[in-house]
């Protein structure tokens, strides 16, 4: 043999090793593209800081989502809260030296600033936001898109401190010419390869300069954990959460649309007009998905649950849009024939999810389904069944079903 033996690099080295929870003696000899024996029985859904509870649907990299009857908290839980990474995250970070650099064609100078420095300078804010990934619901598209197979929990609403992003940019300075941001964080594509970014997504100047718009370090008034993007990451409430940075080290503000990793081709952009399943579409038909549309899910009971007849079954959960609000929540118990209103309360701020609830009383005993719909005050409406095909599979804003048996 003269080909000689690739070997991993130092930095996946070390990334697997926090993975495995240990050093690995000798791991600069693992040749390259072996997947570790101890690696998967290990993980198990043992991820750091994460619930044992969360359905794990990739290892490498990292993609978690939360059951739908484990959202019904007002606020999701840091170990509750999906995960979705591209790429490997950062193995040793350094939050003293952690540094923030933001230029750009459309910045007036490159100015860099420190955890430190983000806190002390700027207004310090909270908000409660949701972040739903663009993909979320794609297991239910036929003809099927490929992806992580998510169902319906790669969303949360968590409450995130930190500063105002447009606060930042105009202490940089934006040129009048700005059209996008776009960000690039510290974590390590698949391939080991320190020059490639797994993803580097953005939006456009004006839902930048959103007064909800933050750089957060604090996550439920914690730190953010280290899955989600710690020490600092953008969060963008309204739009797919993949414009919300994780790691954030570096934000440019671009003259033209941002032209980072998965913000071409058929990544997180769907047909401009809706077109038959199935349907190749032209690369120049096709949208970047910028507001995200109203949508649902009911977290209490758990799917399946067993109700007497002479009970009146409690239904809750959550309701978000990208609008300013939701008005209104309603539930049907025979399959979208006639709809009942929920009680829903108010939102503290844009794009925090919004908790709604109502007793539901069955005339007879048998298998029902609760669905539960959604309208916001742009006046839309969740469709009862799956939204319009696209090649990716995004945007699955479908009524949210759960089993009840009445006995
Ligand atoms: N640096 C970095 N930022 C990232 C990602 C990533 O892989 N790397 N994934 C994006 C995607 S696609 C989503 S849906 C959200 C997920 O955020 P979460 O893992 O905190 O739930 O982060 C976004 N930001
Ligand atoms: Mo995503």
């Not at 000899?29 to 072996?34: A, D, E, R, S």
Request: proline share 6%; aromatic share 8%.
């Amino acid at each position: 043999m003269s080909k000689r033996r690739e070997f991993i690099k130092k930095s996946l080295a070390a990334s697997l090793s926090l993975s495995i929870g240990s050093n690995i003696v000798f791991a600069n000899y693992i040749p390259k593209g072996l997947d570790l024996v101890g690696l998967k029985p290990l993980l198990g859904n043992q991820f750091p800081g994460k619930s044992k509870s969360m359905t794990v649907l990739n290892d490498r990299p990292i993609n978690m989502e939360t059951p739908a009857h484990l959202l019904n908290d007002a606020l999701t839980p840091n170990e509750l809260f999906f995960v979705r990474n591209n790429g490997l995250p950062p193995a040793n970070i350094n939050v003293e030296n952690w540094t923030l650099t933001i230029s750009g064609e459309s910045a007036q100078r490159t100015k860099s600033y420190t955890l430190t420095e983000l806190k002390s300078k700027f207004e310090n804010v909270s908000l409660n936001l949701t972040l739903e990934c663009g993909g979320n619901g794609r297991s239910e598209f036929n003809p099927p898109a490929k992806g992580n197979q998510w169902s319906t929990g790669a969303v949360g609403c968590a409450k995130w401190t930190g500063v105002r992003l447009k606060d930042v940019l105009e202490d940089v300075g934006i040129k009048s010419n700005a059209v996008y941001i776009g960000y690039y964080g510290a974590d390590m594509h698949l391939s080991g390869d320190p020059e490639k970014h797994p993803i580097s997504r953005g939006v456009p100047i004006d839902k930048a300069l959103e007064n909800e718009s933050m750089i957060a370090w604090s996550m439920n008034d914690q730190d953010i954990p280290m899955l989600n993007g710690y020490p600092l990451r953008l969060v963008f409430g309204g739009f797919p959460a993949s414009c919300s940075g994780k790691w954030l080290e570096k934000i440019v503000i671009r003259n033209k649309v941002h032209d980072g990793q998965k913000m071409k081709g058929s990544s997180y952009r769907v047909p401009c007009k809706p077109v038959a399943p199935g349907t190749k579409v032209d690369d120049k038909d096709m949208c970047i998905i910028e507001a995200m549309p109203v949508k649902s899910i009911i977290s209490y009971p758990k799917t399946g649950a067993t109700i007497k007849i002479n009970q009146q079954l409690p239904i809750s959960g959550h309701a978000w849009t990208s609008a300013s609000e939701i008005t209104k929540v309603e539930y049907s118990i025979d399959f979208g024939m006639s709809w009942n209103n929920c009680t829903l309360k108010d939102n503290n701020n844009r794009y925090e999810w919004q908790s709604f609830n109502a007793m539901i009383k069955f005339p007879e005993t048998g298998y029902y389904e609760v669905w539960a719909r959604a309208t916001d005050s742009n006046d839309m409406k969740q469709p009862m069944l799956l939204p319009g095909w696209n090649p990716k599979g995004y945007l699955n804003n479908a009524c949210h079903r759960i089993a009840i048996k009445v006995v």
